[in-house]
C-alpha cells in the first residue's frame, strides 16, 4: 500500500523509537504480560504500523462497498442507506403466546421476525412423540401441524415482514407450511421474504438437530434451492452458520474457514445436482457470532467476506456479483454470557453489536442478559433491542461505511484471519471435503481442542471473565426468570388430536405415500411435502415418511 | 493401585449443546478417571443401561434444554428401581437456581450451573463417590 522507500523511513523510524522512547518506558514500567493474545489466542503485537500492511494491494484486497471483493462491505451506502435488519430470534410455548411476542418485537421497532422453535420440532417428532416429553415448548415454539403455523403468524402480514426461521433438518417441511399459510393470507410465493438455516452440515459439527445422514440431508438441502430458484425467489434458502460453530468454542479464523468449507459443500452438492451457480448463488446467506474481542471480530467479519468473493470467483466461476457477495446475519455470542452478575451482560452484548456493526453486518440479534439462566423475558429482550437501537442511532459508527478500514491492526488481522481460514479449507480440501472431514471427526476435535484450551485459560486465571474468575461478589439467586408453563405438553397433544379428527385422513395417507414416493426417486421432494402440509399431515408424520426412507444420521462420538 | 473412578458423561433431552459435556469429559480424564461419554439425544433408559453395562460409580449429565426437572429425575428413579442407587448422579447446565432443590430432593447430587470450574467438578466426585 505504501512505496519502498516510504516503507524503509517507516521501519528505521520505527527501530530508533523502540532504541529510544519505549526501551526507557520499558525499563520504567514494564508491561503487565510477556504475550499479549486477541479473544482467539493469537498473539497481538504492541503495535501496527504501515510495515505491517506493506503487502496489500488496495484496489484489489481492500477496494470498495459493494464491488468485489467486497471487503469493505455488502453494499455501497451500507448504514447510510439504511440500518441493519434488527431480528430478535424468538419463541416460545405455544403459537399463540409466540405470535403475542412477535407483535410486540414490531411494535417495539424489531424490523423482522426470526423464529425459535422447539426441539422436538427441529427434530422432526410432533409434540406427542415419547421423546418429546418435557421439552415441548421449551427452547422455542412447537409447531405440529399448519393449523399451530396459521395461529403463529395471524395478522401478521407475510408481503409485509421478512422471517427467518432457525430450522435444518426439517427445513422443506416448515417452508412448506410458510408458504401455505401466505396462500391462506392471499400472498403468493414470489411475494415472501426471509430465510430458513437449513444448514444441517453445522448440526452434525456443532448444533446437534440433525435427522437424516449426510448424503440425503444434501439433497433436501439442494432440492430447496431449487425449488425456491423457481417459486420463491426472494427467499433465502440457506443460512450457513459459523454461529454454532464459535460457540462450541471454535476460534475467530476456524469459525470463518469450516463455515466457508460447509458453504463450498452446499455450492459443489448443488452443482453436482444439475444447477447453474449463477442461480442459486445469490439466495445464499451466511450467519456469523459476535465475540468478545471487538477489534479481532471487525477483521474477522472483513476476511469472510473477501474470501467467500474470492472462492465464488476463482473457484466456482460466478459470473454474477450477486454471486460473490457475502451477506450475513449476526448473533451476539452466548457463549461469553455469564449466570454471575447478569446485568454485566448488557456490556458484553453492547460491545458485540458494534463489532457486528462495524463488520458490516445485514442483521443482527442480541441476546438478553438472562439467556445464561433462562429464556429472556420481555423486559431483558427490550434492553437488547435498545442496545442495537443505540448503537444505530447515538453511537455515530454507522455514519461512514466500514470505519475501521485502513487500522494497520484491522487490515493486518483481517489478512491473517483470511489466511488462517484458507490453510483449513486446503485441508478440509484434502480430507476429501466438509461432509468427510465431519464423518471423520477432524472439525468436531479441532473446535473442541479450542474450547478445552479456552476453559483452561479462565481456570488457570489466564483469561479473566468479569464476575466469573474476578471481581466476584456474593450474590442471591435472581428472580423473575421466564418460565414455560409445563401444561404446554398436554395442550399441544390435544391440538393435534383436534387437527386430526378434523382433517381429511383419506387425503393425508395419500399425499404421504406420494412423498414417500419421490422420496425414494430422484425427483424434487418440495411440491409433494406441500401438499401433504396443506392437508395438515404433522411434521411429525412428514419426517416419519422421509426417516424411513432416508434412515437417521449416527452422530460419531469424539472427546 | 486404587481403582480408578469410573463417569458416565451423559446427555439427556434433545439439545445439541455438548461443550460442556465434553468439557467435563475431557477434564475428568485428565484427572485420571475413566470417562464415557454417551453423545447426543440419550433417553434415561438408555443412559441408565449404560451405566449399569459399564459399571460407572458416577453419572454426570448435562442438559440445556430446560427437560432437567423431567428428565434428571427420571434417571434416579430408574437407577434406584434397576439397584443401582448407589451411583452418585450429578447435572449441569441452564438450570435456573429455583429447580435446584427440587432437583436434589430427587436424589440429584449436585448441580452446577454456568461458570463453574472442571476443578470444583472433579472435588466433588472425589469427595462423594461411593466406593464399592
Given amino acids: 500500500m505504501f512505496d519502498k522507500q516510504e516503507i524503509a523511513l517507516i521501519q528505521e523510524a520505527k527501530k530508533e523509537w523502540e532504541d529510544s522512547v519505549l526501551a526507557k518506558s520499558l525499563a520504567k514500567a514494564p508491561e503487565s504480560k510477556e504475550v499479549f493474545r486477541t479473544g482467539s489466542g493469537d498473539v497481538i503485537n504492541r503495535l501496527y504500523t504501515p510495515d505491517d500492511i506493506k503487502d496489500i494491494d488496495y484496489k484489489n484486497e481492500i477496494g470498495f462497498p459493494g464491488q468485489y471483493p467486497f471487503t469493505r462491505g455488502y453494499q455501497p451506502t451500507m448504514y447510510r442507506g439504511r440500518n441493519w435488519t434488527m431480528r430478535m430470534y424468538a419463541g416460545f410455548a405455544t403459537a399463540e403466546e409466540s405470535n403475542e411476542r412477535y407483535k410486540y418485537l414490531v411494535e417495539q421497532g424489531s424490523t423482522g421476525l426470526s423464529v425459535a422453535f422447539d426441539l422436538p420440532t427441529q427434530i422432526g417428532y410432533d409434540s406427542d412423540h415419547p421423546l418429546s416429553e418435557g421439552e415441548v415448548g421449551k427452547v422455542g415454539v412447537a409447531i405440529d401441524s399448519l393449523a399451530d403455523m396459521e395461529i403463529l403468524f395471524n395478522g401478521i402480514p407475510l408481503d409485509k415482514v421478512s422471517t427467518s426461521m432457525t430450522i435444518n433438518a426439517p427445513a422443506s417441511v416448515l417452508l412448506a407450511m410458510y408458504i401455505a399459510v401466505a396462500e391462506k393470507q392471499g400472498v403468493t410465493p414470489d411475494k415472501l421474504r426471509g430465510t430458513i438455516q437449513n444448514d444441517v452440515l453445522k448440526e452434525y459439527i456443532a448444533r446437534g438437530t440433525y435427522i437424516f445422514p449426510t448424503e440425503p440431508s444434501m439433497r433436501l438441502i439442494t432440492n430447496i434451492f431449487e425449488y425456491c430458484t423457481k417459486n420463491v425467489p426472494q427467499w433465502n434458502t440457506i443460512s450457513i452458520s459459523g454461529y454454532h460453530i464459535r460457540e462450541a468454542g471454535s476460534t475467530a479464523a476456524q469459525e470463518v474457514g469450516f463455515t466457508l468449507a460447509d458453504g463450498i459443500a452446499y455450492v459443489e452438492a448443488a452443482i453436482k445436482a444439475g444447477l447453474n451457480v449463477d442461480d442459486f448463488a445469490p439466495r445464499l446467506s451466511f450467519f456469523f457470532n459476535a465475540h468478545l474481542d471487538v477489534l479481532e471480530e471487525v477483521a474477522k467479519y472483513r476476511a469472510a467476506r473477501r474470501l467467500w468473493a474470492k472462492i465464488m470467483k476463482e473457484r466456482f466461476g460466478a459470473k454474477k456479483e450477486k454471486s460473490m457477495m457475502l451477506k450475513f446475519h449476526t448473533q451476539t455470542a452466548g457463549c461469553t454470557l455469564t449466570a454471575q452478575q447478569p446485568n454485566n451482560n448488557i456490556i458484553r452484548v453492547a460491545m458485540q453489536t458494534l463489532a457486528a456493526v462495524m463488520g458490516g453486518t445485514q442483521s443482527l440479534h442480541t441476546n438478553s442478559r438472562d439467556e445464561a439462566l433462562a429464556l429472556p423475558t420481555t423486559e431483558s429482550v427490550t434492553i437488547a433491542l435498545r442496545t442495537q437501537q443505540i448503537v444505530a442511532y447515538e453511537s455515530g459508527v454507522t455514519r461512514t461505511v466500514d470505519p475501521l478500514a485502513g487500522s494497520y491492526y484491522v487490515e493486518a488481522k483481517t489478512k491473517q484471519i483470511e489466511e488462517e481460514a484458507m490453510a483449513y479449507i486446503k485441508k478440509i480440501d484434502e480430507l476429501g471435503g466438509a461432509t468427510r472431514a465431519i464423518d471423520l471427526g477432524y472439525i468436531q476435535q479441532e473446535i473442541s481442542d479450542s474450547a478445552y484450551k479456552y476453559q483452561m485459560e479462565i481456570e488457570s486465571g489466564e483469561r479473566i471473565v468479569v464476575g466469573v474468575n474476578k471481581f466476584q461478589v456474593e450474590e442471591e439467586p435472581p428472580k423473575g426468570l421466564l418460565r414455560v408453563d409445563p401444561s404446554v405438553g398436554e395442550m399441544q397433544k390435544k391440538k393435534i388430536q383436534d387437527v386430526k379428527a378434523k382433517r381429511n385422513n383419506e387425503a393425508v395417507t395419500e399425499k404421504l405415500a406420494a412423498l414417500k414416493k419421490a422420496c425414494e426417486g430422484t425427483e424434487n421432494v418440495m411440491p409433494f411435502i406441500l401438499d401433504a402440509v396443506r392437508e395438515y399431515a404433522t411434521l411429525g408424520e412428514i419426517c416419519g415418511v422421509m426417516r424411513e426412507v432416508f434412515g437417521e444420521y449416527e452422530q460419531s462420538v469424539l472427546l | ?132
Fill in chain 2, 1 to 132: 493401585m486404587e481403582k480408578p473412578i469410573r463417569v458416565l458423561v451423559a446427555k439427556p433431552g434433545l439439545d445439541g449443546h455438548d461443550r460442556g459435556a465434553k468439557m467435563i469429559a475431557r477434564a475428568l480424564r485428565d484427572a485420571g478417571m475413566e470417562v464415557i461419554y454417551t453423545g447426543l439425544r440419550q433417553s434415561p433408559e438408555q443412559i441408565v443401561a449404560a451405566a449399569i453395562q459399564e459399571d460407572v460409580d458416577v453419572i454426570g449429565m448435562s442438559i440445556l434444554s430446560g427437560a432437567h426437572n423431567h428428565l434428571l429425575p427420571k434417571v434416579v428413579e430408574l437407577l434406584r428401581e434397576q439397584g443401582a442407587g448407589d451411583i452418585l448422579v450429578f447435572g449441569g447446565g441452564v438450570i435456573p437456581e429455583e429447580d435446584i432443590p427440587g432437583l436434589k430432593a430427587a436424589g440429584i447430587a449436585e448441580v452446577f450451573t454456568p461458570g463453574t470450574t472442571t476443578t470444583e467438578t472433579i472435588e466433588f466426585i472425589k469427595n462423594n463417590v461411593k466406593k464399592n
